[in-house]
DNA sequence: CAGTGGTCTAGACCACAAG
DNA sequence: TTGTGGTCTAGACCACTGG
């Protein structure tokens, strides 16, 4: 029994179906929209979805002009979930708690202002800061903030609320990358972190864009046994 | 200047700046599309279109009757792009090498049999091998494969295509999910991967699920100095 | 039950890029 | 130049679910 071709899940099902069974190729050209809806017998609309959600998933290339083409590079496109940390702890049912380590204007090292995409020499603001989940250590936050693009970071009290939970409310969203990597714990990091030096801790190091260029870049160290998951 | 509104990305863009503005307030309950198109002189299929992407990036909450929401919880949700691993090694351009290390049919220990949802005692098909980039270890792959859903794995020649490869290209494909984290190095990773032991190695725990369940786990176990990006 | 989002349709125009 | 995907429209029916 084949699924309904008369919606986009159905013929997303279909395309997947001759893919697996290598009706089509990597490298090969599908029919056009129009045609696969003519042999369908639905809109052109229907299959442009399914399509879409195929390319977007990462199995097909699509392009004007050029058509439908399927992958040759099949990756897949796993969605990271990132909660904000209090909802993070809070969701496994954990007391959260925060202290500010420290706050300043400081000139950022090299890596940070390359980030931030600042000239050398000028002061940002620099947040330090321990996250807890029932009292225990769990993340290390080390965060710049270009005050340039973000003024109103100034007047924040971050003793109390967390930069994190500041800037998810209140910088104008338009995109940011991440990295992810594991590193032994500094003495430094393994002290506040209450762990041995050494250990294996999972960073994220992550960059978020205002609208006008780089606002904040934040190094996240947790600590050990952090796991993050993600699903396709 | 305000964005085409004729369009679904301008329609997202002026959404967008209104949650960044605070017109409409996380909990808010938001127009109807109805009502939007309206407002915005466009079709309801354009501003469904823009919502439902805003909805994807986790920016709002969609139920039918209920309606839209501004979200409660703004988490992030980052793409990630996960290459097969020769691709990745050669993007970066350094030779890709091969090298399986074990092949044996055995019975799971008892996260592994979790992982593929398969009864105690059934022996499954394990592989362990070990990339290189450069003539150097880049990465040690242990996997188990449910020779109940893909039988066609016990004919596949491993010594020569990477589980991966044959994997991506050959399991019809339903879904998936990742786990990613930071461990020491064991002895016997130390020596695999030419590190130290204890030295912090980047760990993804993969399972991919076929038509009829599970199909394939591995953990990919990176050298030292690797890391994965994202991007929102 | 009834309101809201989910989706389909048929037709149309447009933007892009291959040749 | 011209074919292909990208998108818009107006209208319609349906599915889910809150009240």
């Given at each position: 029994?084949?699924?309904?071709?008369?919606?986009?899940?159905?013929?997303?099902?279909?395309?997947l179906?001759?893919?697996?069974?290598?009706?089509?190729e990597?490298?090969?050209?599908?029919?056009?929209?129009?045609?696969?809806?003519?042999?369908?017998g639905?809109?052109?609309?229907?299959v442009?979805?399914?399509?879409?959600?195929?390319?977007?998933?990462?199995?097909?290339?699509?392009?004007?002009?050029?058509g439908?083409?399927?992958?040759?590079?099949?990756?897949?496109?796993?969605?990271?979930?990132?909660?904000?940390?209090?909802?993070?702890?809070?969701?496994?049912?954990?007391?959260?708690g925060y202290?500010?380590?420290?706050?300043?204007?400081?000139?950022?090292?090299?890596?940070?202002?390359?980030?931030?995409?600042v000239?050398?020499?000028?002061?940002?603001?620099?947040?330090?800061?321990?996250?807890?989940?029932?009292?225990?250590p769990?993340?290390?936050?080390?965060?710049?903030?270009?005050?340039a693009?973000?003024?109103?970071?100034?007047?924040?009290?971050?003793?109390?609320?967390g930069?994190?939970?500041?800037?998810?409310?209140?910088v104008?969203?338009?995109?940011?990358?991440?990295?992810?990597?594991?590193?032994?714990?500094s003495r430094?990091e393994?002290?506040?972190l209450?762990?041995?030096?050494?250990?294996?801790?999972?960073?994220?190091?992550?960059?978020?864009?205002?609208?006008?260029?780089?606002?904040t870049?934040?190094?996240?160290?947790?600590?050990?046994?952090?796991?993050m998951?993600?699903?396709?």
């Amino acid at each position: 029994m084949t699924a309904d071709l008369n919606t986009w899940q159905g013929v997303r099902g279909e395309v997947l179906r001759r893919l697996n069974s290598r009706v089509w190729e990597p490298g090969d050209l599908l029919p056009t929209e129009a045609a696969l809806a003519a042999e369908f017998g639905c809109a052109r609309t229907t299959v442009n979805r399914a399509l879409r959600d195929l390319a977007s998933s990462g199995l097909l290339d699509r392009r004007r002009k050029a058509g439908t083409r399927v992958a040759l590079n099949p990756t897949r496109h796993p969605v990271l979930r990132i909660p904000v940390i209090r909802q993070e702890i809070e969701g496994r049912g954990h007391a959260y708690g925060y202290a500010l380590r420290s706050r300043r204007m400081a000139v950022p090292p090299a890596d940070m202002r390359a980030r931030l995409d600042v000239e050398p020499g000028v002061p940002l603001l620099h947040l330090t800061a321990l996250h807890h989940a029932d009292g225990k250590p769990y993340m290390y936050e080390d965060r710049w903030i270009n005050t340039a693009l973000l003024p109103a970071a100034l007047s924040v009290d971050f003793d109390v609320l967390g930069a994190n939970e500041w800037l998810v409310a209140n910088v104008p969203f338009s995109g940011g990358d991440f990295r992810f990597m594991a590193t032994g714990a500094s003495r430094a990091e393994a002290e506040m972190l209450a762990c041995a030096p050494g250990e294996a801790l999972f960073v994220i190091d992550r960059t978020t864009h205002g609208d006008h260029g780089p606002a904040t870049t934040a190094r996240l160290t947790f600590a050990p046994g952090y796991r993050m998951s993600a699903q396709i």
